[in-house]
């Protein structure tokens, strides 16, 4: 049965309490607090699913510190609210911005560091990641334009499509430029809402920004078309093995190198085939190769 977890309630009372120092320090009006809290309890409820989900009956050292940026991120969605009826305490929410963003390599340090790494923890991170650039872009938009929007808008698209397309829907392999442009994303977003350049600069670096993720986003696309054939063979059989699989895969991935492109010819971004995440076959139609 499903049950809420400690750690997320813990992770809710201690939301609130951020959002009451706020209140009283900076003022936060009717919209902030509605956000705010609403923002709350929807990663209470979140966390706690996918704690249900996944079995996890704590949370490990590296999600406390992903709950704790994801409450920094819960004030800045508030405050961001708050900006559309009332004038915003820029400096606050850089802060918390700061120090959401560089709790980011914290956590993957503590994860790495106590043997705690999981899907869990890995899904967690990415999506308090993925809303934090979102609300920036909502922030940024008013004075940067509405174009902004598609910076924080792509990790969304890319899930809805997800759900449409099948071919989409398989794991990816990991690649170390996208945390880096993830990462990206958050430092500019960050210094155009501070307002800390000229605002040619400023917009310059947006582009770049968004072009950097557009080509991210695109390469992932890619790949997951061109292997869409190969991983739907691997997935069609559900009594076929995991090491059966990968056998199958490597084979495949010799003779077919210039079909499938460059990510599945033995390397992709310096990272040995044998090395990246084991084939899983199930009946949901999907594969980690």
């Known amino acids: 049965m499903s049950t809420v977890r400690t ?4 992770g809710l009372i201690v939301q609130v309490v951020v959002l009451a120092v706020l209140a009283e320090t900076v003022g936060l009006g009717a919209a902030g607090w509605l956000a705010g809290l609403a923002y709350g309890v929807g990663l209470c409820f979140l966390l706690s699913q996918g704690m249900n989900r996944s079995g996890a009956p704590d949370l490990s050292p590296a999600n406390r510190v992903t709950l704790s940026r994801a409450i ?5 969605t508030a405050l961001a609210a708050d900006s559309f009826t009332r004038p915003a305490p820029v400096t606050v929410m850089v802060v918390l911005t700061s120090v959401a963003l560089a709790l980011d390599a914290v956590d993957g340090y503590t994860a790495r560091r106590t043997g705690t790494s999981s899907e869990l923890g890995a899904r967690f991170d990415m999506e308090i990641d ?4 979102l609300v920036l872009c909502l922030y940024v938009a008013p004075s940067a334009g509405a174009w902004v929007l598609a910076i924080g ?3 969304y698209v890319f899930m809805a499509a997800s759900w449409v397309l099948g071919w989409m829907r398989g794991s990816l392999p990991p690649r170390y430029w996208r945390k880096i442009v993830a990462a990206i994303q958050g430092v500019v977003l960050t210094v155009a809402m501070g307002d800390a350049l000229p605002g040619p ?5 947006l582009v770049v920004s968004l072009a950097l993720l557009i080509e991210s986003f695109g390469r992932d696309v890619t790949w997951l078309w ?3 054939h190969l991983r739907r063979t691997l997935s069609y059989d559900p009594q076929v093995t995991v090491n059966h699989a990968s056998s199958q895969l490597s084979h495949s991935t010799q003779t077919a190198g210039p079909v499938l492109g460059g990510s599945c010819a033995g390397k992709a971004d ?3 085939w044998q090395e990246r995440q084991t084939v899983a076959v199930g009946r949901s139609g999907t594969a980690r190769v």
Do not use: E
């Open 130 to 133: 993925s809303f934090l650039v």
């Open 7 to 10: 750690g997320p309630l813990v």
């Open 201 to 205: 600069l400023t917009t310059a670096m």
């Open 270 to 272: 310096g990272l040995p």
């Open 226 to 228: 061109l292997t869409r």
């Open 72 to 76: 920094l991120v819960g004030g800045v």
């Open 153 to 155: 808008a792509m990790r």
